[in-house]
């Protein structure tokens, strides 16, 4: 099945009928891998047990942002390449995207009040990381508020581009200012910081994590190919029943 | 598996992260049969697709 071919809705929920539960199958599996490795873990030296909170809270925030690059690309979907399903693809994200952006605030929080001695602080890295939750929010506030999807479609492709300025703010936020976050310690010049006792729970809980979006992901976009369905099915009744 | 005198925050982290997952997948399963109930409903009334394909039949 190539590409062209996914354009078509029909196809494209028949692949998900398909693959679905082997995704579903492989992120149950590799989460209790990620799990059982995280519990096994040892404490760190200066941080104790609470190391554990990384093994939840850097996949929810590499996901925070991979979930807008999703939607970005999508959006360039929509915009330049007018593909039928690609604001399919931004719209079922964008609730997603939110709710890993939530547990990465919120873990980051529980994280920092035992390291850090506080919930929270107005330094760069929280806030374009609480910018981004609210602009999850914003797009699906816009999706809701605009009744045609197509128009929907494209004013939420210009904004998810527009916000995606704020991704390598995101990133290098923890070197372009002082801040209290620590910075960058896997994805860096000179390769990780991290110790392999920590890097491989780590990365196994990120992939399980990935596993988990792309599950949700093509489920979602399933739904709202129903729900256009089930819109277009409403007006063509609406319009018999005029006639 | 002792967790120190943060247990409360490791615990209310991943309790956190298990819960909002779990509310997310219910979301997700909820709204799709919550649809294809929608669309069954509507072919039973005699509202088809100009296709003629069933709405929730795959190919």
């Known amino acids: 099945m190539s590409l062209i071919d996914l354009a078509n809705p029909t196809k494209f929920l028949a692949l998900t009928a398909r693959i679905l539960p082997w995704l579903a199958a492989a992120t149950a599996i590799l989460l209790a891998i990620g799990l059982y490795q995280s519990a096994a873990a040892f404490d760190d030296y200066h941080q104790g047990a609470t190391v554990k ?8 925030a590499w996901l925070s942002m991979f979930v807008w690059g999703v939607m970005s690309l999508a959006s360039l979907g929509t915009l330049v390449w007018r593909h039928p399903l690609a604001d399919v693809a931004a719209k079922a994200a964008a609730p997603i995207g939110a709710a890993f952006t939530f547990l990465a605030l919120v873990t980051g929080s529980l994280w920092g009040r035992p390291m850090w001695g506080t919930y929270w602080e107005w330094d760069a890295r929280l806030t374009s990381v609480l910018i981004l939750f609210l602009m999850y929010l914003g797009l699906m506030a816009l999706w809701r ?31 372009w200012w002082n801040t209290l976050h620590q910075p960058a310690s896997v994805f860096r010049m000179g390769g990780p910081t991290l110790d392999r006792a920590f890097l491989i729970p780590l990365l196994v809980m990120a992939i399980a994590f990935t596993l988990l979006f792309v599950t949700l992901h093509l489920a979602a976009m399933r739904n709202e190919i129903l729900r256009r369905r089930v819109r277009s099915l409403q007006m063509m009744q609406a319009s018999q029943k005029a006639a | 598996m002792p967790l ?21 997948i219910g979301w997700i399963v909820l709204d799709y049969r919550n649809q294809t109930q929608r669309l069954r409903a509507l072919e039973e009334s005699g509202v088809v697709r100009r296709s003629g394909r069933g709405a929730v039949d795959m190919p």
């Not at chain 1, 045609?148 to 995101?170: E, K, M, Q, W, Y």
Request: proline fraction near 7%; avoid cysteine; charge should be neutral.
């Open chain 1, 53 to 60: 909170i990384m093994f939840i809270h850097v996949p929810n």
């Open chain 1, 145 to 175: 508020a605009v009744e045609d999807p197509s128009r929907a479609a494209r004013a939420a492709a210009v904004l998810t581009l527009v916000g995606a300025i704020n991704l390598p703010i995101i990133k290098f936020s923890v070197d």
């Open chain 2, 4 to 24: 120190g005198p943060y247990a409360s925050f490791i615990v209310s982290a991943y309790s956190l992260v298990a819960l909002v997952v779990t509310l997310l």
